[in-house]
């Protein structure tokens, strides 16, 4: 008995070893460092030509030991400010038809790289948590700035900054009203969602070496859950969700399908259902932007097999120069008429 309790020790102590390691590995390869995306083979808005009608301050502030930069938009505008969190992937430019969208109707907006991405700096985006780190460290950031003393501050996330925004609750900040977006609501339960789809049921083995590992990385922030960050105060709080989210399972990990323990009466939901635009990031678009979508991919789908899969790059900016990047990226006009409502509502 007593060499069987050595050896089931021993395998314990070596298959724990392992299992460390083999999160660590597997763990920062989800979360890499994004750099801008080239914008000549994009469909993507493009700063460049929106320069002339939306002026911007370029700012820097830090977040741990990385320099993040800032983006702030309508400096003249001054019914609140909207601090916009953008998802894993991206950065501040990828919300581009939303910040427009929010600088037309008479908001200030902050937006910000987040670590490892775009032009902030950073050698990785370091992990789920990291996203609350980083909107912890902008929020730090326009305390300090007299220019902002008198507006009030809302929040804005999709995806990783959906999560963010709502988990915001958690920390000691004067918000208004929160925004999110097709968020997780904890960093354990997209990891674990995300894991499952991987490696099937083994991952709950490796659930103590994960939970372990985001502790050593992110502290008590790692442990944070949205739904009870948004019960902890008397906020308002728009969920948004599309019921076929690929990415954040609407009925799994998903701050909307924790709707039933919320206890705060200021929570609102908007569920997008609609087919072709109830997606992760389907949901912004409008019926038009969808159809024109569809259109292009029949085309790039025959350029695609024109070339036997490998498109040359000149051929692929040539596709992309031709596009109409404004109706691409066209908004759902009743989706953002509607957050555009409730933030108001939030600072009356």
Known sequence: MKKIGL???GFIILFSLVSMVATKIIYDG???????HDETVSANLRYGDLEANYPRQL???ESGNNLLKGYIYGSDNSLGLIVV???LGGGADSYLPQITYFVDHGWRVFAYDATGSFDSEGKTTKGFPQALLDLDAALIYIESQDSFEE???VLFGHSWGGYAAANALHLNHEIAGVVSISGANSAMSMIMEQGESMMGGFIYVQYPYLWLYQRILFGESA???AAQAINKKDVPVLIIHGTEDEMVDYNGSAIIARVDEMTNPKVETIVQSNPGRNGHNSLFKSEVAVAYIEEVNVEYKALYDQYEENIPYDIKQEFYSGLDRTLAQDLDASLMDGIQNFLLRCIR
């Open 151 to 153: 507006l009030p501050v």
């Open 223 to 225: 442990s944070y859950d």
């Open 7 to 9: 050896y089931l020790l």
């Open 85 to 87: 969190a953008h998802g």
């Open 30 to 36: 989800q979360f890499p460092r994004y750099e801008r």
């Open 59 to 61: 700012v820097d502030f």
